[in-house]
Structure formats: structure tokens, C-alpha cells
């Protein structure tokens, strides 16, 4: 029995996949992941929406593949972007295609020793996330970050270790410039 094709047109100016499941990631569900804590709180009266995800997915089956939308909102805790929670994969060794649609950004990935790179996207952009690097997205400008993700449909999420850790790079404005730096929090 054959499954059926699909095909749909991305929203590129929303970043929204008709008939996708969305999903809302605010700020509450973040708690712990940003290094000011007193922004952190302050931010979190109004509880802003960080980011949202419109997925189309399957069975968790080898040889098949997921694609999702993310759309990442602009703003800052303390010094630091908004970004993703950032995750491996539960199958670490599941690779990912990330594309950029609208806006601007990048990505941290980081191997599980905790070597951190950092890639610049913004619409056109393409970004091949190698089998065992986590990875998370930042939005460093002033509008929705809106990129595209295709990933094995049995890569899994697993965000246990970036929860705890985080990334051993912190993306941040200083001077109104993007840097990436140290994590001052980090350790091995
Ligand atoms: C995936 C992709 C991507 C990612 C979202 C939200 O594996 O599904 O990397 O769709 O999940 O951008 O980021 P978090 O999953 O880290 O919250
Ligand atoms: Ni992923």
C-alpha cells in the first residue's frame, strides 16, 4: 500500500503550511534557557509567543521524512536573541536541511563535546545540520525569522542535555552588534 504524495505552497510571507499541526512555543516554556534572569522575569508578565512550528509528520519510520516551518519572533531577553529551544535528535546520528524563507538569523549547532559553530541565514540559505549536531536558530533582526526544516520522520527530539546545559555560544547585541561569544554559564 503506497502513501500519497503531497504537495502544498508555504505561506512565505507567514511561514504557514496549510493543514500543518501548529504548534506554540511562548515564553514560560523557555524558563531556564536565558542567562538574565531579571529580563527574563520582567519579559514573562506578558508571556510573548517565541516562536511557532507548523509540521507535517509521519510515522516514525526509517526512510521517511518530516518538514516543518518555523517561525521565529523578534526580540531580545536581556542581551540575548530569541531563539529555539535547540535539540539533538533522539537518533543522534539523523542529519537535517535547513532552508531560510524570510527574515534574519542563523544557526548555533554544537557536537555533544560541546564545539559550538555559528551560520548566518537569511532567505535562500541553506544549512546542512550533520548527523550528531544539535542545533538551534536565532533570530537577530527585527521581523519573524521563517525558515523551512526537512528531517528524517525517526530523528526524534531529545532536549534534555541543551535544557540543562544550553549551548556553550550565547548570541547577543552588544553596541546594536550581532556577537556570538562565550557562554559565560557553560560548562563541560
Ligand atoms: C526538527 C527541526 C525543527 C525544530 C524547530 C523548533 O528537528 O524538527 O530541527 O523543526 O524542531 O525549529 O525548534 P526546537 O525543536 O528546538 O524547539
Ligand atoms: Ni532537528
Redesign the pocket.
Known amino acids: 500500500e503506497y502513501k500519497n504524495p503531497i504537495g502544498v505552497n508555504i505561506d512565505l510571507e507567514t511561514g504557514v503550511i496549510p493543514g500543518a499541526k501548529k504548534l506554540v512555543?511562548r515564553l514560560s516554556s523557555l524558563k531556564g534557557y536565558f542567562l538574565d534572569e531579571e529580563a527574563y522575569n520582567e519579559l514573562l508578565k506578558d508571556d510573548p509567543v517565541v516562536?511557532e512550528?507548523y509540521?507535517v509528520e509521519q510515522d516514525e519510520k526509517d526512510g521517511d521524512l518530516?518538514f516543518?516551518t518555523?517561525v521565529l519572533y523578534p526580540g531580545k531577553v536581556g542581551k540575548e536573541f530569541f531563539f529555539?529551544?535547540?535539540?539533538f535528535?533522539s537518533k543522534a546520528d539523523r542529519a537535517?536541511i535547513y532552508y531560510g524563507i524570510k527574515g534574519k538569523g542563523g544557526m548555533l549547532l554544537q557536537t555533544p563535546e560541546g564545539k559550538a559553530e555559528w551560520i548566518p541565514m537569511g532567505p535562500g540559505t541553506v544549512v546542512y545540520v550533520p548527523p550528531y549536531w544539535a542545533?538551534?536558530?536565532v533570530n537577530t533582526g527585527d521581523e519573524p525569522f521563517i525558515f523551512l526544516?526537512v528531517?528524517p520522520a525517526d530523528?526524534g527530539?531529545d532536549?534534555g542535555s541543551i535544557a540543562e546545559k544550553g549551548f556553550s555560544k550565547i548570541v547577543i547585541e552588544e553596541n546594536g552588534e550581532v556577537k556570538v561569544v562565550d557562554n559565560p554559564r557553560w560548562r563541560e
Open positions: 512555543r516562536y512550528v509540521a518530516n516543518a518555523t529555539t529551544k535547540g535539540h535528535h537535517e542545533h538551534r536558530t526544516a528531517y530523528a527530539h532536549y
